[in-house]
């Protein structure tokens, strides 16, 4: 996937903004925009971006020795979805398509993205969300139900902190679809932006519903020659792959199907003006792409 002038004014915005969630030092907020300014002169115009939003990661948690610097608001967002996961239950029992609806409330759930904006508060999950769930979806859900009912192994690549409670949602609703599924769920192997790692599947208590793995490495997104010997194993048993979010689609869609042979379906919200042109997509939008 190429990179745009856009994404090199996104990661810098990312970097400052996760130097200060690290740290109070100004001193230490400037070091890390000067590195990161440096890593996008050597490596901005080269490689895909998730590649240098991990490296603007490492640069942050080297600089403010902070190794989590969105503990806190990972846990808020996480508590705030808790609080609001019987009433998504609900309104999936109350559908006259319960498993669609899952899918929907999955989507919905990727607009929480400090990648995207660093400037959240609850009262706007929660109004984006709901916005979301009136959406209608870019793509085929009656297509990937179909290949559900012909899939065994699922891998799902979780995406973000809050989100995951949605995620959760949808894995619910998986099995009781299909009982007889195998469902992995991945987390990161490092904390990384607002990404789901081990300590979200703890709080959400995802890990009493499915297998949990982590990927074995710090990137955001998916990036398969990085990745854990774990992890490995489980993505060649998977007969199918669902990607949430962004960072998973645009770091997958660089492997070609010898490296990727699965069906693959990516879930995301079209935040990126960027992505959605190049997903054929509007902003906005609440995407399935397969």
């Keep these: 996937m ?34 990161t300014l440096e890593l996008v002169h050597d490596k901005g115009f080269t490689v895909i971006p998730p590649l240098v939003a991990q490296e603007i990661q490492r640069i942050v948690r080297d600089e403010t020795g902070n190794t989590d610097p969105y503990s806190v608001p990972k ?28 899918v929907q409330i999955a989507i919905a759930g990727n607009a929480i993205d400090y990648a995207v904006r660093g400037d959240w508060s609850p009262a706007m999950v929660l109004e984006v969300i709901e916005g979301a769930l009136k959406q209608p979806i870019n793509g085929n859900p009656d297509q990937f139900i179909e290949s559900i ?7 799902y690549l979780l995406d973000n902190c809050g989100e995951i409670v949605c995620d959760q949602i949808l894995m619910e609703e998986l099995c009781r679809f299909q009982p007889r599924l195998c469902i992995t769920a991945v987390v990161r192997g490092a904390a990384v ?22 990927n074995g490495n710090d990137a955001v997104g998916t990036i398969l020659e990085q990745c854990g ?12 792959i669902i990607a949430k979010g962004l960072a998973n689609y645009e770091t997958l869609i660089e492997y070609d199907c010898r490296e990727l042979p699965q069906t693959v379906y990516y879930f995301f919200k079209a935040k990126c003006s960027f992505i959605a042109r190049f997903a054929g997509v509007q902003l906005g939008d609440l995407v399935i792409r397969r």
């Design 2 to 35: 190429p990179i745009s002038l856009d994404c090199i004014i996104c990661l810098t915005r990312q970097s400052l903004e996760a130097a200060r969630f690290a740290s109070c030092d100004e001193s230490r907020h400037a070091a890390v925009l000067k590195r």
């Design 75 to 102: 846990q808020e967002f996480n508590d705030l979805m808790l609080s609001i996961r019987e009433p998504l239950r609900r309104k999936i029992r109350e559908s006259a398509d319960p498993l669609r609806m899952a």
């Design 149 to 155: 009912v012909h899939s065994r192994n699922i891998l």
């Design 193 to 214: 932006l607002n990404d789901v790692t081990w300590a979200d599947v703890r709080q959400v208590g995802l890990d009493g519903l499915v297998t949990v793995i982590d």
């Design 229 to 240: 010997a774990e992890f490995q194993e489980k993505f060649r048993q998977a007969d199918l």
